[in-house]
Nanobody, 115 residues
Framework: QVQLVESGGGSVQAGGSLRLSCAASGSISSIDALGWFRQAPGKQRELVARFFSAGTTYYADSVKGRFTLSRDSAKNTIYLQMNRLKPEDTALYYC?????????WGQGSQVTVSS
């Protein structure tokens, strides 16, 4: 079992920055994949950024160069630093973990970017 607790998010004007945090129960080094998805109203949930156990990091094309995924293994926490935010980044952001072939989700954090 993995529990994910998110924090951060909020409202910001276009061009601003926000940081999301996701604290995982247990050691994140044993988790196969960790990252963030987002879902805008009326749209499907989409992958934003993700660590893979092989050491690689994936970013969606729409956020490359603006978002940075990082981790603090001592705190079992991952972070999504979001810079140069755009109105189209407005969505509910979910922390995600894949562990022993099961998906786990955080509670969701609202990010709202106004123009």
């Amino acid at each position: 079992q993995v529990q994910l607790v998110e924090s951060g998010g909020g409202s910001v004007q276009a061009g601003g920055s926000l940081r999301l945090s996701c604290a995982a129960s247990g050691s994140i080094s044993s988790i196969d994949a960790l990252g963030w998805f987002r879902q805008a109203p009326g749209k499907q949930r989409e992958l934003v950024a993700r660590f893979f156990s092989a050491g690689t990091t994936y970013y969606a094309d729409s956020v490359k160069g603006r978002f940075t995924l990082s981790r603090d293994s001592a705190k079992n926490t991952i972070y999504l630093q979001m810079n140069r935010l755009k109105p189209e980044d407005t969505a509910l952001y979910y922390c995600y973990a894949l562990y022993q072939y099961k998906d786990y989700w955080g509670q969701g954090s609202q990010v709202t970017v106004s123009s």
